[in-house]
């Protein structure tokens, strides 16, 4: 069956501008993640949604980061006033449950100039 | 600080030989471990987990061994095999938790 997928696989923007990101997760998965991963690092924990709620978001590092899951399948994530420092891949990854391995997306390349 | 760390950037073995990829981590609620293949440009693949209830898991060419006392996991790839070559990320997750705390990665390079 199909995968995570996630738009768009590419992103400039300048500093200040609005972006969003969008992940599909695989069918039937509740639970829905986003990592950040910067260059030479492992990913980093963003948020986590189980259904439509954000269950955990902690790992935000700001509040101009946000997200949505809306009908607890599609999210989006929003980074307002973005900085060069935000300039990362942002991963998608889903499962099951919260017991079961995660399988990520391709991610998103965020260029911040 | 970094609960998860794999030490060696980098390992070069030789097609046909075992690769050894190592990774610790310090905190002691974490009991789900997990390993990671990942490509260039393509989001990481599960590759193997163990639970903390285990010692070893082996999948095929792929076998990781825990040491809970030393904080230790490895992951042992044989026959590594050229399509092994790769970056191997070690994940680790509390059981009341979700989030996946990933190490730094190492670079697998299996020459032919």
């Known amino acids: 069956g199909a995968g995570v997928s996630q738009t768009p696989s590419n992103k400039v923007t300048e500093k200040g501008k609005y972006v969003e990101l969008r992940c599909d997760p695989i069918?039937?998965?509740?639970?829905l993640y986003w990592y950040r991963q910067s260059l030479g690092q492992g990913p980093e924990f963003l948020i986590y949604?189980?259904?439509?709620?954000?269950?955990?978001d902690s790992g935000l590092p700001n509040d101009r980061f946000f997200a949505v899951r809306p009908e607890g399948s599609v999210s989006t994530l929003k980074i307002q006033r973005t900085e060069r420092g935000d300039s990362a891949v942002y991963l998608c990854?889903?499962?099951?449950?919260?017991?079961?391995?995660?399988?990520f997306g391709p991610g998103t390349r965020l260029t911040v100039t | 600080d970094q609960q998860v760390k794999q030490n060696s950037p980098s390992l070069s073995v030789q097609e046909g030989r075992i690769s050894i990829l190592n990774c610790d981590y310090t905190?002691?609620?974490?009991?789900?471990f997990l390993w990671y293949k990942k490509y260039p440009a393509e989001g990481p693949t599960f590759l193997i987990s163990?639970?903390?209830?285990?010692d070893k898991n082996e999948d095929g060419r792929f076998t990781v061994f825990l040491n809970k006392s030393a904080k230790h996991l490895s992951l042992h790839i044989v026959p590594s095999q050229p399509g092994d070559s790769a970056v191997y990320f070690c994940?680790?997750?509390?059981?009341?938790?979700?989030?996946?705390?990933f190490g730094e990665g190492t670079q697998l390079t299996v020459n032919p």
């Open positions: 905190n002691s609620m974490f009991d789900y």
């Open positions: 990854a889903s499962s099951p449950s919260i017991v079961h391995e995660q399988y």
């Open positions: 069918s039937g998965h509740t639970a």
């Open positions: 949604f189980q259904g439509t709620g954000a269950a955990d």
């Open positions: 994940a680790a997750k509390e059981t009341s938790g979700s989030r996946l705390t």
């Open positions: 163990i639970s903390s209830i285990k």
